[in-house]
T-cell receptor, first 112, second 114 residues
Framework: DTAVSQTPKYLVTQMGNDKSIKCEQNLGHDTMYWYKQDSKKFLKIMFSYNNKELIINETVPNRFSPKSPDKAHLNLHINSLELGDSAVYFCASSRTGDAEAFFGQGTRLTVV | GENVEQHPSTLSVQEGDSAVIKCTYSDSASNYFPWYKQELGKGPQLIID?????GEKKDQRIAVTLNKTAKHFSLHITETQPEDSAVYFCAALPYGGSQGNLIFGKGTKLSVKP
């Protein structure tokens, strides 16, 4: 009965590959997010998305793209992976207008 | 834009002592200030939050204070226990922003020694 679940938990891949991280929430929330946490633990929003609007942090390279097949899922696709993409990626969700967010357990991406 | 500074970056206390983590923010229009706890290998979890119309909020052993004039807010943990060991993040939400606009501090690693 996990609220926000991400798969995989660990992902090791070579530079130049394309990979996806999946996220699902069973809280009935209508807004989902992707955060990146770097090696110094700094948390930064990448995207926020509901069925009406995708908000992209302007610093996110266009190699990163969120895809939402339905309200309960927001997957993250990354093309042409680079060494600097290595980080922990967190999915989160909330009710629109509610500031409290629920986070998944994270996906540790290592690009070699 | 909003900028959140958090201090200290690491904090070590003896079990039973109190721990205080401080944050400052730059945007006086920010109106929501949550605190998240991140345990090893897990995602951040909201532990307490405060809105700009309140000066203090308590929940058992944790409390948050907000000084709007000085633009700083603090997390207080009393009677610390080993399970309080984690990384704590403060955040600020600019006025009119959705949750996705949360600006996080850089985190404080709290170690509680038994």
């Amino acid at each position: 009965d996990t609220a926000v679940s991400q798969t995989p938990k660990y992902l090791v891949t070579q530079m130049g590959n394309d990979k996806s991280i999946k996220c699902e929430q069973n809280l009935g929330h209508d807004t989902m997010y992707w955060y990146k946490q770097d090696s110094k633990k700094f948390l930064k929003i990448m995207f926020s998305y509901n069925n009406k609007e995708l908000i992209i942090n302007e610093t996110v390279p266009n190699r990163f793209s969120p895809k939402s097949p339905d309200k309960a899922h927001l997957n993250l696709h990354i093309n042409s992976l680079e060494l600097g993409d290595s980080a922990v990626y967190f999915c989160a969700s909330s009710r629109t207008g509610d500031a409290e967010a629920f986070f998944g357990q994270g996906t540790r991406l290592t690009v070699v | 834009g909003e900028n959140v500074e958090q201090h200290p970056s690491t904090l070590s206390v003896q079990e039973g002592d109190s721990a205080v983590i401080k944050c400052t923010y730059s945007d006086s229009a920010s109106n929501y200030f949550p605190w998240y706890k991140q345990e090893l290998g897990k995602g951040p979890q909201l532990i307490i939050d405060i809105r700009s119309n309140v000066g203090e909020k308590k929940d058992q052993r944790i409390a948050v204070t907000l000084n709007k004039t000085a633009k700083h807010f603090s997390l207080h943990i009393t009677e610390t226990q080993p399970e309080d060991s984690a990384v704590y993040f403060c955040a600020a939400l600019p006025y009119g922003g959705s949750q996705g606009n949360l600006i996080f501090g850089k985190g404080t690693k709290l170690s509680v020694k038994p």
